[in-house]
């Protein structure tokens, strides 16, 4: 990433709290992750008890999939967003969401983690309801996290939901699966 896009990320991330990263991972990566997350065993997750389920497969930090994420370079993009010295980061935690028709996740924010990269897998929906909505001082943006696409933000103090996903007219199946990777720091 050169200095004028790490510029903007930055700018922005300090600003709102978030920053959108178009076409972050590579095709090649996206199909690494999600043989990864074929393996990996699967549960039924819920925020804070609503009555709104998905998949989750977690990710064990450890897996060679995921060490992009944890990369100097990818550190580097954190650090500059989140003005955190580089050797402030202490370890990650990752598992991927997926969503099928009907379903969403409830308006919340999350209870721990510095911060979060949610990153586009998958995605089979209508516009309107394939967007993961951030709330920030200057009201709610939705993102649509096509694969590649990568959305950091600070999970703990922005609230984000998504509405029922839906599919496309013509469409047999509505589908959406993210990567989440949860960025801790040294205290």
Not at 118 to 130: K, M
Not at 167 to 174: C, G, V
Request: aromatic residues 10%; contains cysteine.
């Amino acid at each position: 990433m050169d200095a004028r896009h790490l510029d903007a990320h930055r700018t922005q991330y300090r600003e709102k709290l978030h920053t959108f990263l178009r076409k972050y991972t590579s095709p090649s990566l996206i199909a690494r992750l999600k043989n990864a997350i074929k393996k990996a065993p699967h549960r039924q997750v819920c925020v804070n008890g609503s009555a709104e389920r998905w998949k989750s497969a977690k990710l064990q930090p450890s897996d060679p999939v995921l060490n992009f994420y944890v990369s100097p370079e990818h550190l580097e993009l954190i650090a500059a967003c989140t003005a955190l010295p580089l050797n402030s980061f202490q370890g990650i935690r990752a598992w991927a969401h997926s969503y099928s028709e009907g379903e969403s996740i409830p308006r919340h924010r999350d209870a721990a983690g510095f911060c979060q990269l949610v990153v586009g897998l998958e995605l089979l929906a209508d516009a309107d309801s394939s967007l993961l909505y951030i709330e920030s001082g200057s009201g709610s943006v939705g993102y649509r996290l096509d694969p590649g696409d990568a959305l950091l933000f600070k999970a703990t103090q922005l609230y984000h939901w998504t509405r029922p996903l839906r599919k496309l007219p013509r469409s047999r199946f509505a589908k959406r699966t993210v990567l989440v990777v949860r960025y801790g720091v040294a205290s």
